[in-house]
């Protein structure tokens, strides 16, 4: 029935509003107050010198207003238990913003928010990042447990949340993805990106989120709005909805040894699609992953909106 409804709500409203401009699947949860040191602040110079010295038990609480970031907001260190939270609990109050994705230069802004190091625990919620190079979200393999709850993330030049692997066989695992919306306003710069990619994660949990418009120029296939892979594991996919995508989710991407992606659910997301596009829900060299009780509608846009490929495949 929640299906149902989401569709009619969907084909129903004014195409300007249709799923919500800027809202998540679900009205996100309330998160629990932060704990340890609070730090408030207003300004840009504020919030660059808050991120360059927090220390483990810090949230920074941004005030509502638009920031025009001059470099990325680098999370580089020894550090746990940290976040970064708009004040008023709703994104659209408190907005980070790049220089563009499609300018000859990164203008000095590649990344909206960077976490590396060894951040043990970050909370980025509350907030929107939008018109950044690369990504607005970038995390490195040291870092352990994000969790991105309530933002919205729009018009990035590849990936707008993209989590990467130490070359060594790890990653970053555990994270949370929530209640947040991945979009662009029309399509990408060019084919090369996600609404979340993330290599060798193992133990993520990507759910009631809104991916809309993940799509490249005409003639061209952007990748997976949800992208796990390159020796990835355990993966949960719920209750998203996905909006003129053109591919939607893919555990595991291609044929590698031992396996791209192993393990994990897919279950209860809804995908609408008008426009070209492949596989709406793909299972890539990812054994022992579950397809269940999704409502996929593609328009005619692919022959198989579920796919599984590669021989030592075995999925339901």
Known sequence: MFDD???????????????????????????????????????????????????????????????????????????????IRGATGRRDDVVLVGKGMNGATDGGVPFGIWVGGNVQGVTIAHLTIRDVYYHPIMLNAGAQSPLIHNVRLVNAGQQLLKSNPDGAGGGVDNGIVEYSVFEYDTTSRDDYTNGVDVHTGDNWIIRHNLFRNIRA????????????????????????????????????????TPNDHSGGIVRNNFIYRSGAGDSASYVGDSPNTQVLHNSIFVSGTYANPIEYRFPQQRAW
Request: charged share 10%; with cysteine.
């Open 5 to 83: 409804m989401r569709l009619r709500a969907c084909r129903c409203a004014p195409a300007e509003s249709r799923c919500g401009h800027g809202r998540s699947a679900l009205p996100p949860v309330p998160l629990p107050a932060p704990s340890g040191r609070i730090v408030n602040i207003s300004t840009l110079a504020q919030l660059q010198n808050a991120i360059a010295g927090i220390t483990s038990n810090t949230t920074i609480v941004i005030g509502a207003g638009t920031y025009n970031l001059a470099a990325p907001l680098y999370i580089n260190g020894n550090v746990t238990n940290i976040g």
């Open 217 to 256: 120029p005409q003639g061209q296939l952007a990748g997976p709005a949800i992208l796990m892979w390159n020796h990835s594991t355990n993966t949960l996919v719920d209750g998203n909805t996905f909006i003129n995508c053109q591919r939607e989710i893919a555990l595991g991407l291609i044929e590698r």
